[in-house]
């Protein structure tokens, strides 16, 4: 079922269809928790009660099908669905049930992860439910197997490279006629490659390649990796963007699995990794941009007052100031991709300098597409002084201070930016104003990738924060501070140029 998708809703309704896991690592609690950590409202239809833990699968109840049944039929009937996660379904009767209902309902967006055998251990689909289980694939738009569960999918034995994996993943895909995300987590090796396929296609959509992040901790991953996509891309369309915010997000919830401490065996991934760091900041107890978020109040406050982002947010900014605007923004975003990827280069982890590197991309690939689109290649104003002296500032910073003190300085237009987008898009909301005017201007910096981007930026200024000296905190602050009033600077100028009331900075944010 390869299908695109239009409706984006601002937070997407998906269902899970999974079985249970009491330890909360895996299964339709894994599911609820990814839709949450991406933006999206949970909902779950529990297809077998399973007695697991981080050691294995003790035992397994299959509740009747007309139970399950009724469940979807409740679900249905009643709420509109933006997408679906099939987990575990274990039994021929569940599977052609659940295949009859897609048939049925069609929804938007179907992602499939063939669950046969758990991580700890375990069988989770008996052996005669796997000729029905291939008779369901053609209903996902996108399919999410491990190695071994390609291979039966493939008819094959499990790959032992990845080329062979690949091989299997693009036999499926044109076998059943939808995507497929081929997952070299099972292969040994330093890296952990992973491929989005597309039927028709010769070479993968895309291709990943991250080191592994050494843990034992990855109960429930191929659960909430399938979960998280589905909402994200019933929020986007977007399936390229959808598969590389959900592995980021998971990369970062294996990275802090450590710290949770749940079970004696593999245990679960850390979902709300991004927003449950607690770090030390050099005042009080607290995080270090805690502070920061209370030190740029003022300036913050300003920002929402501003003409331009109260007609940004109600539809009623001229075009020509919005273009305006976006053609100075998108000279400012060649910039910024240049010292996202100064930072890339400096920094003191892998996880860092992956973050950066990524980041100095997506502002090519993802944040420059709304600027072509809008701006019809037209070339280049003039640059205005204050793209000038923000541009300056950022290479300054970025190029010839520490990573610490460059981190910090990026981090206002992750941050404010995230601010502005969710509060307008939730007044325009509010509002009825749909469809909107300046509606991909605020999907993009509302989107649950830019936010999760955010909480990265914010989790390494912290770790920075904490191992640096009174004097690095100090100018941490300054550059911080820097970037805020030039954001505000930046937001306050296409309306200035345009004959608005004029625009000082007040002097108590000049710091840096």
């Known amino acids: ?63 009747p099908v007309r139970v399950l049944r009724a469940q979807l039929e409740a679900v249905s009937s009643d709420v509109t669905l ?13 599977i052609e049930a659940v295949r009859d209902w897609l048939a049925e309902v069609k929804p938007p967006v179907t992602v499939l992860d063939p669950v046969m055998v758990a991580t700890a251990g375990g069988r989770l689909l008996r052996a005669e439910a796997q000729t029905a289980l291939l008779a369901l694939l053609p209903f996902a738009d996108l399919i999410t197997p491990n190695l071994p569960e390609l291979a ?34 099972h292969l040994p090796g330093a890296r952990t490659p992973d491929a989005l396929l597309e039927p028709g296609r010769d070479e993968p959509v895309i291709v990943f390649d991250d080191p592994r992040v050494a843990t034992s901790n990855t109960h ?22 959808a598969v590389s915010t959900a592995r980021s997000w998971l990369r970062g919830a294996l990275e802090h699995a450590d710290g949770l401490h749940v079970g004696r065996g593999n245990g679960p991934v850390h979902h709300f990794h991004h927003a449950q760091h607690v770090l030390v900041d050099t005042d009080s107890h607290g995080r270090f941009t805690d502070a920061l978020w209370r030190d740029c109040e003022g300036v913050r406050g300003e920002i929402d007052t ?43 982890s892998e996880s860092a300098r992956a973050f950066f590197a990524h980041g100095a991309a997506e502002v090519v690939t993802v944040e420059s597409a709304l600027h072509r689109t809008r701006l019809h290649g037209a070339p280049p104003q003039p640059a205005s002084e204050v793209t000038k002296t923000y541009s300056d500032f950022l290479l300054a910073a970025t190029g010839s201070e520490t990573f ?8 206002p237009c992750y941050w404010l930016y995230a601010a502005v987008g969710g509060a307008l898009t939730e007044k325009a909301r509010a509002a009825g104003l749909e469809p909107h005017p300046y509606g991909d201007w605020l999907a993009t910096y509302n989107a649950p990738g830019f936010h999760l981007a955010t909480e990265r930026a914010k989790d390494i200024v912290d770790r920075a924060a904490a191992t ?25 100028e296409p309306v200035r140029r345009a004959g608005a009331r004029p625009f000082a900075v007040a002097s108590t944010h000049r710091v840096g």
């Open 404 to 411: 610490a003190v460059g981190a910090a300085a990026v981090l």
């Open 306 to 348: 501003l003409d331009f982002v109260a007609q940004l947010g109600n539809g009623t900014l001229p075009s020509e100031t919005f273009q305006w605007y976006l053609d100075q923004d998108r000279q400012y975003l060649a910039v910024y991709s240049r010292a996202l990827a100064a930072l890339a280069a400096a920094a003191p």
């Open 1 to 63: 079922m390869l299908t695109t998708h239009s409706a984006v809703p601002t937070v997407p309704r998906v269902l899970s269809i999974a079985g249970t896991d009491p330890t909360g690592g895996a299964g339709q609690a894994a599911d609820l928790k990814s839709i949450a950590a991406m933006g999206g409202y949970g909902m779950n239809v529990i297809t077998a009660v399973v007695a697991q833990n981080t050691t294995g699968v003790i035992d397994i109840h299959t509740p």
């Open 152 to 185: 039966v999918l493939a008819g094959a034995a499990p790959a032992g490279t990845w080329t062979e994996a690949l091989r299997q993943g693009q036999d499926v895909a044109e076998r059943f006629g939808t995507r497929v995300l081929v997952k070299g987590g």
């Open 220 to 241: 429930g991953t191929g659960c909430s990796l399938s979960c998280a996509i589905a909402t994200v891309v019933a929020r986007t369309g977007d399936w390229v963007g």
């Open 82 to 94: 933006d997408a679906v996660k099939v987990g575990m379904l274990g039994s021929v009767e569940v």
């Open 468 to 492: 640096a000296d009174p004097v690095t905190r100090r100018r941490m602050r300054e550059v911080f501070m820097r970037g805020c009033e030039l954001e505000l600077r930046f937001f306050a």
